[in-house]
């Protein structure tokens, strides 16, 4: 299998694929609120119940790990690559 | 001492010593025979005690092998030999050298016994490791080389003084457990020396400088050594106290900040080290079965996957001399190899399912969980979540595809890596998969009885949740975590503009003041005292010698009438003399004719 090849094939077919992902995400969050299937019962908190309350802390935490670190950063922490040369 | 047993660190040792003088075309099979010959000594291990040795009255230990102990040597033992198929290729025997003493440090400190013994293999460790920066020979590589060396000199100093006031105060010298309840002030000084090696914040700082920094292959062997034999000592002597929690915690956060903020991918890397290494300080810190397993797991997991990304980055690194995100991108048709194996490592690490960091990582947050400790545990999800940002996505995205940023030189230079480069990536990226795929491995090598199962419909559907809805919060913030040429600020931020301040302070007002003083000392002192001394020999000449004979007067005068007759005088006196004698003569002679 030549992998750039298999690459390029995937990036021609990015359109599809995306669609692909929405698709598995959407389902992701359906499995979770089936009982039967996924079994809750040993979750440790209440929250941890509702579905998809994973789905959201990832996407919160993604958003918030960014904003927040950028903020920092732009308050001071990040400098000029030169910015210890004397 | 005990009957014969070979240390797997001897092995290494030797190995090392031997290597120059090995023919070249043999250098190969040298640099693969020795470290195979170590993992198969190091599996070889049997629990007890081994290599117990009297020097005066005390007993050292060398092999002391434990589960706990011979898991730590067995993954120690496993990375060199991958690191060392990696960098196959390096020419310079010291590399290779340091590496593999730097190796039996680690090894060495993992199953020392006694504390002496420990500290000893603990700061070889330190020692040998910073070539490993050096040989990149940068002028950044050798600042940062000394500054890792000094950093760990000052954490070496911490811990000798808390050994020797523990030793000295129980008067016993083996590695056992400190009472976490109420720690001495011997034990404060021992953590100190561990925490600082474990990268915890503030004394962390040392780590993303310095493994940014080293060559492409020595930072391989870094990424893995250094920081989990401090796990190693925290799970040995500091299982269960309760300030490990909130430290590991914080570390975990912490790295996760900074590697949003990074442009180096080597360094972002580290910073993901300090992250994931929070997960080991907290589980110690919550020191239960499922914890300390966890932690254990988690490091044996940890030094393969982040071997495995060092690996990915260092090959970037080495073909094509960049490891900026803002020099790089678009390497897919180049290098979609190193981009896979470097994707194996990102999701190891980020705990997919399948992948070991699943099996391991998640110990740790459950035995949060079960400890009742809700805010360590979501707060350790969060890191998941930002661990999967960056070396799962950030990495290969803005290295692989993105924008290509690349120079034309550096794109000319980008090809795949070479065989023995890629066959350590392989093996590395199998051994992921495998751990994450088949837990028995793992599990049964494992401190304590294993009752966790990680593969329920419940975790599986949670990690996935969480994983992939990052990567959809990636997709949309995109724009936002375009890479910018900085670097950002730390904590080393204070021992390098301290140190520079220092010098400024040492340069201008000491030495201005310095001059200053020595002018004013030559004015005024030096003239002082030469009056001083005239006075003084004045009375002593007239007054003293006045008062009482006048004799020491009289030899002076002597003296120096006799020095008169020593001198040229006599014998200018005698040239005079006789040349008027002969003009006298010639005179008589000439009157007398």
């Given at each position: 299998?030549?992998?750039?090849?298999?690459?390029?094939?995937?990036?021609r077919?990015?359109?599809?694929?995306?669609?692909?992902?929405?698709?598995?995400?959407?389902?992701?969050?359906?499995?979770?609120?089936?009982?039967?299937?996924?079994?809750k019962?040993?979750?440790?908190?209440?929250?941890?119940?509702?579905?998809?309350?994973?789905?959201?802390?990832?996407?919160?935490?993604?958003?918030?790990?960014?904003?927040?670190?950028?903020?920092?950063?732009?308050?001071?922490?990040?400098?000029?690559?030169?910015?210890?040369?004397? | 001492?005990?009957?014969?047993?070979?240390?797997?660190?001897?092995?290494?040792?030797?190995?090392?010593?031997?290597?120059?003088?090995?023919?070249?075309p043999?250098?190969?099979?040298?640099?693969?025979?020795?470290?195979?010959?170590?993992?198969?000594?190091?599996v070889?291990?049997?629990?007890?005690v081994?290599?117990?040795?009297e020097?005066?009255?005390?007993?050292?230990?060398?092999?002391?092998?434990?589960?706990?102990?011979?898991?730590?040597?067995?993954?120690?033992?496993?990375?060199?030999?991958?690191?060392t198929?990696?960098?196959?290729?390096?020419?310079?025997?010291?590399q290779?050298?340091?590496?593999?003493?730097?190796?039996?440090?680690?090894v060495?400190?993992?199953?020392?016994?006694?504390?002496?013994?420990?500290?000893?293999?603990?700061?070889?460790?330190?020692?040998?490791?910073?070539?490993?920066?050096?040989?990149?020979?940068?002028?950044?590589?050798?600042?940062?080389g000394?500054?890792?060396?000094?950093?760990?000199?000052?954490?070496?100093?911490?811990?000798?003084?808390?050994?020797?006031?523990?030793?000295?105060?129980?008067?016993?010298?083996?590695?056992?457990?400190?009472?976490?309840?109420?720690?001495?002030?011997?034990?404060?000084?021992?953590?100190?020396?561990?925490?600082?090696?474990?990268?915890?914040?503030?004394?962390?700082?040392?780590?993303?400088?310095?493994?940014?920094?080293?060559?492409?292959?020595?930072?391989?062997?870094?990424?893995?050594?250094?920081?989990?034999?401090?796990?190693?000592?925290?799970?040995?002597?500091?299982?269960g106290?309760?300030?490990?929690?909130?430290?590991?915690?914080?570390?975990?956060?912490?790295?996760?900040?900074?590697?949003?903020?990074?442009?180096d991918?080597?360094?972002?890397?580290?910073?993901?080290?300090?992250?994931?290494?929070?997960?080991?300080?907290?589980?110690v810190?919550?020191?239960?079965?499922?914890?300390?397993?966890?932690?254990?797991?988690?490091?044996?997991?940890?030094?393969?996957?982040k071997?495995?990304?060092?690996?990915?980055?260092?090959?970037?690194?080495?073909?094509?001399?960049?490891?900026?995100?803002?020099?790089?991108?678009?390497?897919?048709?180049?290098m979609?190899?190193?981009?896979?194996?470097?994707?194996?490592?990102?999701?190891?690490?980020?705990?997919?399912?399948?992948?070991?960091?699943?099996v391991?990582?998640?110990?740790?947050?459950?035995?949060?969980?079960?400890?009742?400790?809700?805010l360590?545990?979501?707060l350790?999800?969060?890191a998941?979540?930002?661990?999967?940002?960056?070396?799962g996505l950030?990495?290969?995205?803005?290295?692989?595809?993105?924008?290509?940023?690349?120079?034309?030189?550096t794109?000319?230079?980008?090809r795949?890596a070479?065989?023995?480069?890629?066959?350590?990536?392989a093996?590395?990226?199998?051994?992921?998969?495998?751990?994450?795929?088949?837990?028995?491995?793992?599990?049964?090598?494992?401190p304590?009885?294993?009752?966790?199962?990680?593969?329920?419909?419940?975790?599986?559907?949670?990690?996935?949740?969480?994983?992939?809805?990052?990567?959809?919060?990636?997709?949309?913030?995109?724009?936002?975590?375009?890479?910018?040429?900085t670097?950002?600020?730390?904590?080393?931020?204070?021992?390098?503009?301290?140190?520079?301040?220092?010098?400024?302070?040492?340069?201008?007002p000491?030495?201005?003041w310095?001059?200053?003083?020595?002018?004013?000392?030559?004015?005024?002192?030096?003239?002082?005292?030469?009056?001083?001394?005239?006075?003084?020999?004045?009375?002593?000449?007239?007054?003293?010698?006045?008062?009482?004979?006048?004799?020491?007067?009289?030899?002076?005068?002597?003296?120096?009438r006799?020095?008169?007759?020593?001198?040229?005088p006599?014998?200018?006196?005698?040239?005079?003399?006789?040349?008027?004698?002969?003009?006298?003569?010639?005179?008589?002679?000439?009157?007398?004719?």
């Open positions: 299998m030549n992998l750039v090849a298999f690459i390029a094939w995937l990036r077919h990015l359109r599809r694929l995306v669609q692909g992902c929405c698709v598995l995400l959407a389902l992701l969050v359906i499995v979770d609120a089936i009982p039967g299937v996924v079994n019962e040993h979750a440790h908190t209440a929250v941890e119940r509702w579905p998809g309350f994973w789905a959201l802390f990832g996407w919160a935490g993604c958003v918030v790990l960014i904003v927040l670190s950028k903020w920092l950063g732009h308050a001071g922490l990040m400098q000029r690559e030169d910015y210890y040369d004397e | 001492m005990s009957d014969f047993w070979l240390h797997p660190s001897v092995i290494l040792l030797v190995g090392a010593a031997l290597l120059p003088l090995v023919p070249r043999l250098k190969p099979v040298w640099l693969l025979v020795v470290p195979v010959c170590t993992f198969v000594r190091v070889g291990l049997t629990p007890g081994y290599g117990q040795v020097v005066f009255d005390l007993t050292l230990v060398f092999g002391r092998v434990d589960a706990l102990s011979r898991l730590f040597a067995y993954v120690m033992g496993l990375i060199t030999g991958i690191a198929l990696y960098g196959l290729h390096v020419r310079e025997d010291g290779h050298m340091a590496a593999w003493t730097y190796a039996a440090g680690s060495g400190a993992i199953l020392a016994g006694d504390w002496l013994t420990f500290f000893l293999f603990w700061e070889l460790m330190a020692l040998a490791s910073v070539f490993l920066i050096w040989y990149r020979r940068t002028p950044q590589a050798l600042g940062a000394y500054r890792y060396l000094l950093v760990h000199l000052a954490g070496g100093v911490s811990l000798l003084a808390g050994i020797v006031w523990q030793v000295g105060s129980t008067g016993q010298l083996d590695f056992a457990p400190f009472e976490v309840g109420s720690l001495s002030p011997a034990a404060w000084l021992v953590l100190l020396g561990f925490l600082l090696n474990a990268a915890v914040p503030p004394l962390h700082a040392w780590l993303p400088d310095a493994y940014a920094e080293g060559t492409f292959n020595g930072s391989v062997f870094l990424s893995a050594l250094t920081t989990k034999t401090a796990v190693y000592a925290l799970c040995r002597g500091f299982a106290l309760e300030l490990l929690v909130p430290l590991g915690v914080i570390m975990a956060l912490y790295g996760v900040v900074y590697a949003v903020l990074e442009n991918c080597r360094r972002l890397l580290a910073y993901h080290i300090v992250s994931q290494v929070g997960y080991m300080v907290a589980g810190g919550l020191g239960t079965e499922l914890a300390i397993n966890g932690t254990c797991a988690h490091a044996f997991a940890h030094i393969l996957y071997g495995l990304l060092f690996m990915g980055c260092g090959a970037v690194l080495h073909m094509t001399g960049q490891s900026k995100f803002t020099e790089l991108g678009g390497l897919w048709q180049k979609p190899w190193a981009f896979v194996f470097t994707l194996v490592g990102g999701l190891s690490i980020s705990a997919f399912p399948l992948f070991s960091g699943f391991s990582k998640s110990m740790v947050v459950a035995a949060a969980f079960e400890d009742h400790r809700l360590a545990a979501f350790l999800m969060l998941s979540v930002g661990t999967f940002l960056h070396t950030k990495v290969p995205y803005f290295i692989w595809f993105g924008r290509n940023r690349c120079k034309p030189e794109w000319e230079r980008a795949e070479p065989w023995n480069m890629n066959l350590a990536m093996v590395t990226s199998l051994l992921c998969i495998f751990i994450g795929s088949y837990t028995p491995y793992l599990y049964s090598m494992l304590h009885p294993v009752h966790y199962e990680p593969y329920t419909a419940y975790h599986v559907s949670e990690t996935l949740q969480l994983l992939l809805f990052t990567a959809v919060g990636f997709f949309l913030l995109i724009r936002k975590l375009e890479p910018e040429p670097i950002s600020l730390d904590t080393d931020w204070f021992y390098r503009m301290g140190g520079r301040a220092f010098l400024r302070w040492a340069r201008h000491v030495r201005t310095d001059d200053r003083l020595g002018e004013c000392y030559r004015r005024c002192g030096l003239a002082g005292l030469r009056a001083v001394a005239g006075w003084v020999r004045a009375f002593d000449q007239l007054v003293i010698d006045g008062l009482v004979d006048g004799l020491a007067w009289r030899i002076a005068l002597l003296g120096g006799l020095r008169t007759l020593q001198r040229g006599v014998q200018e006196s005698l040239t005079v003399g006789l040349a008027v004698l002969v003009v006298g003569l010639l005179l008589v002679w000439w009157w007398w004719r």
